[in-house]
């Protein structure tokens, strides 16, 4: 008999969805999977607006298919100087689940983002006192630390004292990739919690040099140590309320991965949840999915659980090589592997 695994219906809590044709090419990929997902707002350009935002929902609304039920939360991306009445206002309308910092040029479409968190410590009292949470890509951007290290070097130089100021305030530190962060989270307050992608759980730095230069495994941040990896899975898979699903799915066509200065990201989309199970099963920690898909997420965030389930059945998967896109192709995580857990509904 077929083995199955049920799991309540999971959300993705960090998310890049595109907009104009690519948004048409990816968004049925996370919405048949994922019943909500928390969208990335770094757009160019970046939405910072709460008019911007939800005219950016109702973009992503008509681009998933009818039939399938999906919610998209919205994101303010966060400039020097923002203004808090319109991210208390946006919040209060419902538009704006959370706010981003992305540190200037951090990563992909980040050059609008913040230089000094100064700049933004108005907005951070706010988002404090209404209970908005801050979603953090975490790495400084000085190009004088070592790229592997830019993680682990702004906990030290901006996170603690930004939770110091601000200790009551929601934070969740984005796509978490070294034991440095997985150590802070765990041991910082309740109201501190961080995502994890599919790929930091599944390669190590290894992977983008395995025989040559491999462009399918940069994302940002990048890819660290072994020990590492180990340590994400352990969080992952510990059964800690801290730590939860966020694929980071960065969708980037292939030519522009496959160039001379090729782009940052990983697109994980279509074959997440298969992902994440793979790792799991290898950890020995299928019953902990479910926590780590469809409910620490939710309760960080104060919202519902979702009331649905999803089926995923032990069956071998070829993940194909690439898949056309926006006139293009996309080349997804694992391509050309057999992951062995499938989605069916
Ligand atoms: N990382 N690529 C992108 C975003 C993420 O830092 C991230 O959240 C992207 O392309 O938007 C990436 O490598
Ligand atoms: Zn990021
Ligand atoms: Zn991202």
Redesign the pocket.
Known sequence: MTERLRLRRPDDW?V?LRDGPMLAAVADATARQFARAIV?P?LKPPVTTAAAAAAYRERIRAAVSPGIAFEPLMTCYLVDGINPDELVRGHGEGIFTAAKLYPAH????SAHGVTDVRQIYPALDAMQRIGMPLLI?GEVTDHNVDIFDREAVFIERTLKTMVADFPALKIVF??ITTKDAVDFVRDASPNIAATITPHHLAINRNAMFDGGMRPHF????VAKRELHRLALRAAATSGNPKFFLGT?S?P?AVETKEADCG????YNAPFAIESYARTFAEEGALDRLEGFASEFGPRFYGLPLNPDFITLERAPTPVPGRISAAGSELVPFHAGEVLDWRFVA
Request: charged share 10%; proline share 5%; with cysteine.
């Open positions: 960090h890049h990335m770094n951090a990563t992909t479409n890509h984005e796509h940069y994302c940002l941040p980071d960065a980037h782009c940052a990201g990983i």
